[in-house]
Structures are given as structure tokens and as C-alpha cells.
């Protein structure tokens, strides 16, 4: 069945650093795939998708490509910020409504 | 700002009894709307698909009689847990898909339910 792998957390990370979390899935078909961003005390939020393969997505400096070769989706950004401190959720849809989740990555950035 | 809320956004029953949860879409009216269940340190799961007017579409191993779904509005959508045991103790999201987008879901806060 259709499934998605993300890095466990918690990463921590300096003001200014770096991020990569990793996100492998699998998949029949051709999905789309997003990442969504949970801030403390929020509800889920789309932070960005891409729907066919080679699609970059893209939102507040955050950025993952669609690679169908890898079946992967790596939420990057260059300069984390200390805001950007949350739960990051990697997710699929396949052919229907249905979102499949990956367990979630906590990112602390530290001042 | 929110365009799906949760209430209560936490719970503490005691074991056998029943416990409803509410989703609002604050925006919009959602004849579809979801419910999630999040264990500690583990993904969303979805749980069923509510359809306003019908009866809920549960996934495999949901159990149907043990979470009730009603969806009698465009705008509310419940989950009950009846008879709850501590093993029900869990995070529980709800979501609609967006009007403009059936690509992206609006999720609710969510509620803590501990039972104890």
C-alpha cells in the first residue's frame, strides 16, 4: 500500500542554518505530494505540494522537489529562522481525497 | 485564520463513558469533511471520510459502532467515542478539503481525549 517515510526528529538546528528533512514514499500511481507545517497549539498547515514529478513547491523559503526517480520529497530551506520551529508533516494523495502522513519531524531552531 | 475549529480542544473522561468531539469549517460548507487520530510520535491516521447527509465512510479497522460520526450540516461534523477505554486516549484531527483546491486539506487544532 501506498506509504511515506520521513527522517525521525527531533533536528536542531542554529538561527541561519541549513535544514533538510528527508521524505521517501511509495506510491501506485502518480501522487501528489505536500508538506505540511504544524506550529504549537495550531492546527495543520499546508506549506507547500507538488502534483507531477520534476515539480518544485515552494512557500516562505521552503522549498522540495518531486523527484519520481528517488520517490522522494526533501523539504529544504537555506536560513531557518527561530518562527520556523514546529512539527513538519510529509503527506501523499493518491487518486482520491485520502492523505497519507508521515510520522512528522520536530524542528527546533535555536536563537 | 482558522477556517476549521475543534472543541474541546482537550478531554478527560472516564472510562465507559462516551465523549463527542465537534468540527466546525468556519468558512466554508463542507460536504466532506475528515477525522484523523494522532498517537504520540506517530503519523495522522485517517479514521473516516463524513459526508454531509450520509452515512461516514470508515477505513479499514476503524470500528463504526465504537466512533460515531454525524454530519448533519454543511458546517459541523462530530465524532463520538462511546463506552471510551484508555486505549481510545489519543489526538483527534479533523479536516475539509479546500473549495478552490480538492488537492489541499484545512485541518482543525485538534482535541486530546485521556481516558482514564
Known amino acids: 500500500g501506498n506509504s511515506v517515510t520521513q527522517m525521525e526528529g527531533p533536528v536542531t538546528l542554529s538561527e541561519e542554518a541549513f535544514l533538510t528533512i528527508n521524505c521517501t514514499y511509495t506510491?501506485?500511481?502518480?501522487?501528489?505530494l505536500f508538506w505540511y507545517v504544524q506550529y504549537p497549539g495550531e492546527g495543520l498547515q499546508l506549506l507547500l505540494k507538488a502534483t507531477k514529478a520534476d515539480d518544485k513547491g515552494s512557500n516562505k523559503g521552503f522549498e522540495a522537489t518531486y523527484r519520481k526517480e528517488t520517490t522522494s520529497f526533501h523539504l529544504e530551506k537555506g536560513s531557518v529562522q527561530v518562527s520556523d520551529s514546529a512539527v513538519y508533516f510529509c503527506?501523499?494523495?493518491?487518486?482520491?481525497?485520502?492523505?497519507?502522513f508521515g510520522s512528522g519531524t520536530r524542528l527546533l531552531v535555536r536563537p | 485564520g482558522a477556517v476549521v475549529s475543534q472543541h474541546p480542544s482537550w478531554v478527560i473522561c472516564k472510562s465507559g463513558t462516551s465523549v463527542k468531539i465537534e468540527c466546525r469549517s468556519l468558512d466554508f460548507q463542507a460536504t466532506t469533511m475528515f477525522w484523523y487520530r494522532q498517537f504520540p510520535k506517530q503519523s495522522l491516521m485517517l479514521m473516516a471520510t463524513s459526508n454531509e447527509g450520509s452515512k461516514a465512510t470508515y477505513e479499514q479497522g476503524v470500528e463504526k459502532d465504537k466512533f460515531l460520526i454525524n454530519h448533519a450540516s454543511l458546517t459541523l461534523s462530530t465524532l463520538t467515542v462511546t463506552s471510551a477505554h484508555p486505549e481510545d486516549s489519543s489526538f483527534y484531527i479533523c479536516s475539509r478539503a479546500s473549495g478552490s483546491s480538492a488537492d489541499t486539506q484545512y485541518f482543525g487544532p485538534g482535541t486530546r481525549l485521556t481516558v482514564l
Open positions: 503527506a501523499l494523495r493518491d487518486s482520491s481525497y485520502k492523505l497519507i
Open positions: 506510491a501506485t500511481g502518480y501522487p501528489s
